[in-house]
Structure formats: structure tokens, C-alpha cells
């Protein structure tokens, strides 16, 4: 489509920089009115800085765009939305303790009075099939449910742009696919959608072109439809990328077992753990997916010992230990690395020495009657840093410096140094470019490999389906019986997570 | 002890009375915190309202310029508040108490010289026959202005809050300042004039004192009272038409106090003048043990400085 014919937006020499980066240099590209445009590229090439321009959140330094032929440089979002570009966000844009109404006329330039938005919310959910009620507060929905509160924030200003940042990594399989629909629906009627993924098989499903970005420039424009998932990766990534070697190996005797596992959230809008149970053994990497928040965080949290619970719901190596915390767990072997870098994983502002004691202490010795011993601590952090390849200047920078993925590879890193009985990872490569991605996946086989037992907690499908022996899913609190990875298919995966999660109005169970 | 000394109708009337300071500046204050600020400063500005409330009504001989000037006291010392934590990006809770430290020694000082002066009486709103009736007369229809502004303010608010678009955008700002900014608020400029009419209404309440309740100037004039109305926000789970209620329910307790003390009663003073603060503490445990609707209600960014760094 590109090419031919009417231009709807057109991008030329849009560059961007912030102090010590480059977000985007020289990026040009065109959108037609009706097509769904891809841009495609990593976490940190520059696509999220490309659309917050395009958005009016962020100024170029210099280039122009051009809206239906006229200039086009929004001061503000509000001018953007009034020219009929619409954006549904990855993160950070619903108000949990407003209802869906408010959420929705916090995002249009002039809503009618609440009760005409609330019949027109009605009405554009039920023409696009995205069911959604006006009075509920967005802190009770599910995710998939807060992203068509975003869309039909969107839609209900008529855009002739919408731009979409990662709208599917938060969605089950059956979701996607409905979300996929409504976009085809609307580039049917003429709206160009923006859409920005780096999960290739779905831009090939939807996309008619794609613009691949690489550290903030364009390094290639296609046809998706035309190109392999492979090729597409390499455009992306910039080399050949070597999936996770794996040999198939004998699995031990039982390491962890959880029975009977119900657990209050100690969250607000957290998920409740339901009589959750599992066992794993040595040498065996038993994978947990799920749609963000249907009990990942708190189950990762009475596994890592920061909730406890009663003694025998939690085993390790047979003894009970549901009742004990984090110190002794990591003294019977069990270690976590949880999602949240900073501020869970690691103290942003302490040294990756300091942080490599906080949790190598106990298993490592560095503490002797209660006195560091920096000399070890710091020989325990060198050598996580040479062995997982942390980029860094040295271990006395905090741990805040240190790039999204860099400090990841030192967090699973650190956790995997300690000769583990026991791994528990959440989340272990959200957010992370994919070779320092491979690199963790490659650390946990490894690990299992050398007879550990591994929970990986995630919502990459993908990851899950390339490392793990079994597979299971939580759903609103409840784990679905473990199933042997190898043979399953993404439809059998998307009903464990709990298929489309109601396709007419959303039922939830909560506590 | 005897309580038939104790008229219910004068001792209603007189509870309004008691109620207005801490109404209007709880009122102000859960603005402010609606939009996600948590000043503690309240009774600095109220005692800095008290003082040029006092100081202009009696140079100009007009309760209401000194009203006037009392709301732009306490709003120019929010400012302070303002600039330190929305451009300096200071810590709100020690900017807060530093606020109430440094208009306490302010006050202290513009007031030397009106120590013992008496400021012109505020008239009571005349209702004609209306106050004449018994009873509902004394409670309802005897009172200077400023005890039906107070009501009428708590309404507006409760108003702004539930039905217009600026109150939406006032508790979104409040609720996520990320998703606010990201939709294209200015969640800097919305949270500075929360602030600016959260130090109006506590400057209003602390001249209600100078000019009505005492009237006079005497160092520390407000004696808590800022401590009560940041306490009662609480109390009222930030909703307008509790804080009405929080604010008759401990002007009530201060009156009682009064005529108890009066009628011979032996409760200690000391025990009413503590169960505000012990009734807020109640409240906060509930409703942190329910953590149901009611600790929904508190604006999730509360406290919590923004910065739009991306």
C-alpha cells in the first residue's frame, strides 16, 4: 500500500536525542489511511520515543511530520487527539479507583455528560465485540478488559491514527485474537493503525508493511507478510541469533512441593492464591504462565519466603518450610529472583557489591559474626559479573546505572552463583534486549541442567514453550494441573490462562 | 454534676461556631490531597490567616477585608509549600512540618503588635423573624456569615469533585500522575492550585478564630486546630459531606468540653481535647483492616512527588 496513492502521515527526519542516547536519528517513514503499519525493533531501539513525538508527549530536535498533507506538530496530546490521533498505552494510563466511564472521559477532548458516554460506551463495545461496562472501577478488571477501556477511549473519538504500544503482551492467545479482529475491523473503515511489537509472528498475521528500527534508525522497511519470523528477527536484532541448547537429561528426586497453597494477596486489586499445588524435580524447569495479575506476584511471594504460610504447604527437599522466610529458604536452597528490578530485586542506589551480599550472604558466608566480609563479597560480585557478562564499568556502581538488561543478568546471575537447590524466577527477561534474554534462558538450563530444580513464572509464551519441561497456568488465583510442555498447542495454552476471559459480559471471581 | 445547666438548642448553635476553622481548612486540605499532596503544614497557614486576618481587619476597620486577607496569607505561605515540593521536588511531609514551624514563628512575629487589641465584630446575618423560632431559630438562624460560607464551600466541593470535568481531572491527578501526565494533564499546574486553595481555606479558618471565636491576638491562637482538620480528612475518608460531619463531631467534643467543665463534670479535660486524635487512629486501623472500598478512597499518589522524566 505503501507508496501509492494518499498519504495519511508522513514522517521525515525525525531525530530526537537525550542526553548520552540517541533515541532517533533520521527516522522517515508513511502511513496510508486503513493500513496497519509495524514498527518493529527492541526494547531500547526507539519506538516508544517515535510514537510519544507522533503523540505530542515528546518535542523533536528536528524533521517534520505531515498529517494529510498539512504540517503537524503537536504541542500537547490534546492537539493530537483533536486531529485524530488516538494512542492505546503499554502501561501508566488507567485510574484504578475511577470506573471505566471517568477513565474514558479522561482521554477525550469534549465528553458528553456521564450518562450519554456511558450509553455511547455501550454502543461502541457491543459494534466492536469488545463487552465492557461503564460503572465498574478498572481496578476490578482484568487486563485484558482495562486495554478495551483504552481502545474504546480511542474509538469513540473517531481517530484516523491509533496508535498501539505492545497492546498484546498483557492478552491471552484467544484475546489477541479478538483484539485482532476489531483492528482489521478498523483499518476496514479506513483508520491507520500504528502498531508496535517485537513478537513477529503477530506482526506477520496483521501488519501490511514494517518499518524496523534499530538503536533509534531505520534499518529496513518491508512486507511482513513476505518474510520469514527469522528474517525478520535478524533485521532486528542485527546478527544471527543462536536459540538455547538444550540435551535431554535424567530428572532427580522431588525438590519442591507445594499442596493446598491459599494464600490471602497482600496487595490492593491483588489475586488471592486458591489451593494451589505442584511439584518439581531436580533437573526439571516447570514453567507458569498467565495473563499479568491473576495471582503471578503472589504466588513468586510465598515461594521466595516474603509470605508465609503454614509449614507444610511449602516443601523443600521433603522438610516443610512454609512458615519460614527468605533467609532460611535460601539456607535450604531455594533461591528468587523476582520481577521487579529495582526496588525488589535490588536496591537502586547501593553498589552491585552491596546488592550482591543483601541476597549471597547467607549461602555464600560473607557474614561472620555480624561482620561483613567485603573481600569475599566483593570476589562474589566479580564473579557474577564476569561469568553472566554484566556490561558495566565495576562493581561499585549502583545497581541503578546499570542497563535493564545488564541488571538482570546480575540479579538471575547472582541468584545462580549460589549453587541453588531450588531457582524461582519471575518474569526473568521482561524488559530485556534479546541477547542478554538468550544469555538468562541459556543461565537457567544450565542451571536445571546441573540438577537444580527451576520455576520460571512468566508471560512470554514463547520463553516458556523454548525452556520448560512442563507447563502449567494460573488463572484468577487457581494453577491448572501441570501439563509435559512438548505437544502443546497455543490453543490448548490460551484456555489454561482462561481462554477469551468472557466473551459476552466479564465474570470474575473475587474474593 | 449538673447538666441541666446544658441548653441542647445554644449548645448545637455554639458547636457550629466551634466547627467552622476546622471545617474550612479540612475542607481545603482534602483538595490538596485529592489532587495527590499531602501538605502538613495546615496550621502554620491557619495561624498565618489568623494573624493577617486579625492585622487588616483591624487597620482597615473590615472583618471582611481581613477575611480577604487571610485567605491570601495562607495561600502565599502555601506557595512556599508549593514551590519547594512541585519544582524542587522536596519531600512533602518534612516541607509540611517545616510550613507549620515556620508560620507559627511568623505569626508570632507579625503579631507583637496587636496583642490585646480587639478586631471589629463580624455581624450576624440577619434573618428577620426567622430568628425567632424557637429552637431551629437559635441553631439555624443566628450566625455570622462565615458559618454558612463554611457549608457552602464543603457543598461546592462535594460538587466540583462528583459532577465536573475539573474535579475528574483533580482526583485522576491524584489517583496515577504517570497515566494523568501521559494523557496530557499538567498534573504540576493542577496540583499548585490545589495547593493554592488548600492554603486559602486553612488561612479563612485560622482568621475565623482571630476574628470570631477569640477575637484577639495571642501567640499559638490555633492550638491544633490545623492538626485537627488534617486529622479529620482522614476521619472522612476523603469525602466532602464527612468532613461536615468530622468537623460538627469534634467542634461538638470542644463545646461539650467547654460545658462540661462548666456544669462540674470530672472527666479530665485532658480526655476530650485526645479523642479527636484517638478517634482518627480508630479510623485509620479500620480501615486499613478493611482495606475494602474505604481504603480505596485515599488518592493513590498521595505524598508522592512527580516528575515527568520521560
Not at chain 1, 503482551?169 to 478498523?186: A, G, K
Not at chain 2, 477575611?67 to 509540611?96: E, P, R, Y
Not at chain 2, 426567622?130 to 463554611?150: E, M, N, Q
Amino acid at each position: 500500500m505503501t507508496g501509492t496513492g494518499e498519504v495519511l502521515l508522513r514522517i521525515e527526519g525525525l531525530t530526537k536525542a537525550y542526553p548520552g542516547v540517541v533515541a532517533n536519528s533520521d527516522v522517515s517513514f508513511a502511513v496510508a489511511p486503513g493500513e496497519v503499519h509495524a514498527l518493529l525493533g527492541e526494547n531500547g531501539a526507539g519506538k516508544s520515543t517515535l510514537v510519544k513525538m507522533i503523540y505530542g508527549l515528546v518535542k523533536p530536535d528536528s524533521g517534520t511530520m505531515t498529517l494529510r498533507g498539512a504540517a503537524y506538530a503537536p504541542s500537547k496530546p490534546g492537539v493530537a487527539r483533536q486531529q485524530g490521533v488516538a494512542m492505546v498505552f503499554q502501561h501508566f494510563s488507567l485510574f484504578e479507583a475511577l470506573n471505566v466511564a471517568e477513565n474514558v472521559a479522561l482521554g477525550m477532548q469534549n465528553p458528553p455528560g456521564m450518562r450519554a458516554l456511558a450509553s455511547r460506551i455501550r454502543q461502541v463495545s457491543q459494534d466492536y465485540g469488545l463487552p465492557l461496562d461503564p460503572g465498574r472501577l478498572v481496578g476490578d478488571l482484568s487486563a485484558g478488559e482495562r486495554q478495551r477501556v483504552e481502545i474504546i477511549r480511542c474509538l469513540l473519538q473517531d481517530p484516523k491514527l491509533l496508535i498501539m504500544d505492545e497492546p498484546t503482551s498483557v492478552l491471552t492467545p484467544q484475546e489477541v485474537d479478538i483484539l485482532f479482529q476489531t483492528l482489521r475491523q478498523l483499518s476496514a473503515e479506513g483508520t491507520a493503525i500504528l502498531y508496535i511489537s517485537h513478537k513477529l509472528e503477530e506482526i506477520r498475521a496483521l501488519c501490511d508493511a514494517a518499518t524496523i528500527l534499530r538503536r533509534g534508525k531505520v534499518v529496513a522497511t518491508c512486507t511482513p507478510r513476505g518474510k520469514t519470523a527469522r528474517d525478520l528477527a535478524e533485521m532486528m536484532v542485527g546478527g544471527t541469533l543462536t536459540p538455547p541448547s538444550r540435551s535431554a537429561k535424567a530428572k532427580g528426586a522431588v525438590a519442591l512441593e507445594v499442596s493446598g497453597l491459599s494464600v490471602p494477596s497482600p496487595n490492593l486489586f491483588g489475586t488471592a492464591l486458591k489451593n494451589i499445588g505442584f511439584s518439581v524435580q531436580k533437573g526439571e524447569i516447570l514453567g507458569i504462565a498467565g495473563v499479568a495479575g491473576n495471582g503471578q506476584d503472589e504466588l513468586f511471594l510465598a515461594l521466595s519466603g516474603e509470605v508465609r504460610t503454614a509449614r507444610d504447604r511449602i516443601r523443600i527437599n521433603g522438610a516443610g518450610c512454609g512458615d519460614t522466610g527468605p533467609n532460611e529458604r535460601r539456607r535450604a536452597g531455594l533461591v528468587a529472583a523476582p520481577e521487579e528490578r529495582l526496588g525488589h530485586a535490588a536496591a537502586p542506589d547501593m553498589s552491585l557489591t552491596e546488592n550482591a551480599l543483601l541476597s549471597g550472604a547467607v549461602r555464600k558466608g560473607l557474614v561472620s559474626r555480624g561482620f561483613i566480609d567485603w573481600a569475599a563479597t566483593r570476589a562474589f560480585a566479580g564473579q557474577i559479573v564476569d561469568s553472566f557478562d554484566v556490561r558495566t564499568p565495576g562493581i561499585r556502581v549502583a545497581a541503578r546505572a546499570l542497563s535493564g538488561g545488564n541488571l538482570q543478568k546480575f540479579v538471575v546471575g547472582r541468584e545462580l552463583s549460589q549453587a541453588p537447590a531450588i531457582v524461582v524466577v519471575n518474569q526473568p527477561t521482561w524488559g530485556v534486549d534479546a541477547a542478554a534474554a538468550a544469555a538468562i534462558r541459556q543461565a537457567l538450563i544450565d542451571r536445571a541442567a546441573a540438577g537444580a530444580a527451576v520455576v520460571v513464572i512468566s508471560q512470554d509464551l514463547d520463553e516458556l514453550l523454548e525452556i520448560t519441561d512442563r507447563f502449567a497456568a494460573l488463572n484468577g488465583g487457581r494453577l491448572t494441573e501441570p501439563r509435559p510442555t512438548q505437544g502443546l498447542t497455543v490453543d490448548e495454552i490460551g484456555l489454561m490462562m482462561g481462554g477469551a476471559h468472557g466473551m459476552e459480559v466479564a465474570h470474575h471471581v473475587h474474593p | 454534676m449538673d447538666l441541666s445547666a446544658i441548653n441542647p438548642a445554644v449548645l448545637i448553635a455554639s458547636l457550629m461556631v466551634a466547627a467552622v476553622p476546622i471545617m474550612l481548612a479540612a475542607t481545603g486540605e482534602l483538595v490538596v490531597e485529592k489532587a495527590g499532596v499531602l501538605n502538613l503544614g495546615v496550621e502554620g497557614m491557619m495561624i498565618m490567616g489568623a494573624v493577617c486576618g486579625l492585622a487588616i481587619a483591624v487597620e482597615a476597620e473590615s472583618p471582611v477585608l481581613g477575611f480577604v486577607a487571610a485567605a491570601a496569607g495562607g495561600a502565599a505561605l502555601s506557595l512556599i509549600f508549593a514551590f519547594l515540593t512541585q519544582v524542587l521536588l522536596a519531600n512533602q511531609v518534612a516541607t509540611g512540618l517545616a510550613l507549620t514551624l515556620f508560620g507559627l514563628g511568623l505569626s508570632s512575629l507579625i503579631g507583637q503588635g496587636y496583642v490585646g487589641i480587639k478586631p471589629p465584630p463580624t455581624p450576624r446575618l440577619d434573618f428577620g423573624p426567622l430568628a425567632d423560632i424557637p429552637v431551629l431559630g437559635t441553631i439555624l438562624f443566628r450566625h455570622d456569615p462565615v458559618v454558612y460560607l463554611s457549608v457552602l464551600i464543603v457543598a461546592a466541593v462535594w460538587a466540583l469533585l462528583r459532577f465536573t470535568r475539573a474535579g475528574l481531572i483533580l482526583r485522576a491527578v491524584g489517583e496515577n500522575h504517570d497515566a494523568a501526565h501521559a494523557l496530557g494533564y499538567k498534573v504540576q499546574r493542577i496540583r499548585l492550585a490545589a495547593i493554592l486553595f488548600g492554603g486559602a481555606m486553612a488561612g479563612l479558618g485560622g482568621a475565623y478564630i482571630s476574628l470570631v471565636r477569640v477575637p484577639q491576638w495571642t501567640d499559638g491562637i490555633t492550638a491544633g486546630a490545623g492538626w485537627i482538620a488534617l486529622a479529620i480528612v482522614v476521619f472522612a475518608g476523603w469525602k466532602p459531606w464527612r468532613i461536615l460531619l468530622g468537623a460538627y463531631l469534634f467542634g461538638g467534643i470542644t463545646v461539650l468540653q467547654l460545658n462540661l467543665q462548666a456544669a462540674g463534670a470530672r472527666i479530665p479535660v485532658e480526655y476530650l481535647s485526645m479523642s479527636p486524635y484517638l478517634i482518627t487512629i480508630l479510623v485509620l486501623v479500620i480501615m486499613s483492616a478493611g482495606r475494602g472500598r474505604a481504603a480505596l478512597n485515599a488518592p493513590a499518589a498521595l505524598g508522592r512527588n512527580f516528575h515527568a522524566s520521560r
